[in-house]
């Protein structure tokens, strides 16, 4: 009896040992396998329809909120996490959001941003069939982006 009870004990150890190799295992491929891809959230599956662009202008020491992507006073473009993990805004679902900060209180964007924002939008608008026309809306109507653009041409 006292050997069956022993062999019992052995076989449950060998389990442990095999469950616990195969569990390590498995989690070292997975993480492997989330570094080559890695996994998209649920809420990713508006990404595919994107379908408007919104344009939003704020002070550069302002909290600057959702947004996709940002163009700074310099006209560099800078990629959210948000954009990479397929998020949308639940405000304003199916809209890619372009924050624009600029260095001035009255929220007119530089030459170099304008111009980094019409090359940006134009791109977007082709990557996306997104009608130009239609469907880019710009917020903080004070200062638009339309409004600004003859003070900015070059002379």
């Known amino acids: 009896?006292?050997?069956?009870?022993?062999?019992?004990?052995?076989?449950?150890?060998?389990?442990?040992?095999?469950?616990?190799?195969?569990?390590?295992?498995?989690?070292?491929?997975?993480?492997?396998?989330?570094?080559i891809s890695p996994a998209i959230p649920l809420q990713s599956r508006s990404a595919a329809s994107w379908n408007r662009i919104?344009?939003?202008?704020?002070?550069?020491?302002?909290?600057?909120?959702?947004?996709?992507?940002?163009?700074?006073?310099?006209?560099?473009?800078?990629?959210s996490r948000a954009w990479d993990a397929g998020q949308f805004d639940r405000a304003n679902p199916g809209a890619i959001q372009v924050l624009l900060t600029c260095d001035q209180d009255d929220l007119v964007p530089s030459y170099g941003q304008y111009e980094s924002l019409e090359l940006f939008i134009s791109r977007l608008c082709k990557t996306y069939s997104i009608d130009s026309e239609r469907n880019i809306s710009v917020e903080n109507s004070a200062a638009t982006v339309a409004d600004a653009r003859p003070h900015l041409r070059r002379t």
């Open 54 to 79: 919104s344009i939003r202008k704020v002070a550069d020491d302002a909290p600057r909120g959702f947004f996709h992507f940002r163009i700074d006073h310099e006209g560099r473009i800078f990629q």
């Open 1 to 35: 009896m006292a050997k069956k009870r022993a062999k019992q004990q052995n076989r449950h150890y060998k389990t442990l040992i095999v469950l616990v190799c195969s569990m390590t295992i498995g989690t070292f491929v997975l993480y492997g396998m989330a570094r």
